[in-house]
């Protein structure tokens, strides 16, 4: 089991940045950012998959998904952000290859607590 623990969470203004990591406490083949709004399916945000990232397209050019495999640390940096980035952010960890890809979060074996993200207008 891989252990997992978000931060960097918090209240920020549209057009604001965040930056949230993802300490892991063990190895993981892929590690990937979902969100959940109240009412709402977890949504896939970015995936790293290999040294390769994936991303949804409702943040891609506006997020930036990195590994510090030294650290054991997966971060999410999100610029932009807009009042729809507002959930609960979570990071799940895949310790074996994935059978119908990253943005399934089904497929995630761990997951952390999650770290609440609220962007205001």
């Known amino acids: 089991q891989v252990r997992l623990v978000e931060s960097g969470g918090g209240l920020v203004q549209a057009g604001g940045t965040l930056r949230l990591s993802c300490a892991a406490s063990g190895r993981a083949f892929a590690m990937g950012w979902f969100r959940q709004a109240p009412g709402k399916e977890r949504e896939f945000v970015a995936a790293?998959?290999?040294?390769?990232?994936y991303y949804a397209d409702s943040v891609k050019g506006r997020v930036t998904i990195s590994r510090d495999i030294a650290k054991n640390i997966m971060y999410l940096q999100m610029d932009s952000l807009k009042p729809e980035d507002t959930a609960d952010y979570y990071c799940?960890?895949?310790?074996?290859?994935?059978?119908?890809?990253?943005?399934?979060?089904?497929?995630?074996?761990?997951w952390g607590q999650g770290t609440q993200v609220t962007v205001s207008s």
């Open positions: 790293s998959v290999l040294g390769k990232s």
């Open positions: 799940g960890a895949k310790r074996g290859t994935f059978s119908y890809g990253p943005s399934d979060y089904r497929e995630y074996d761990d």
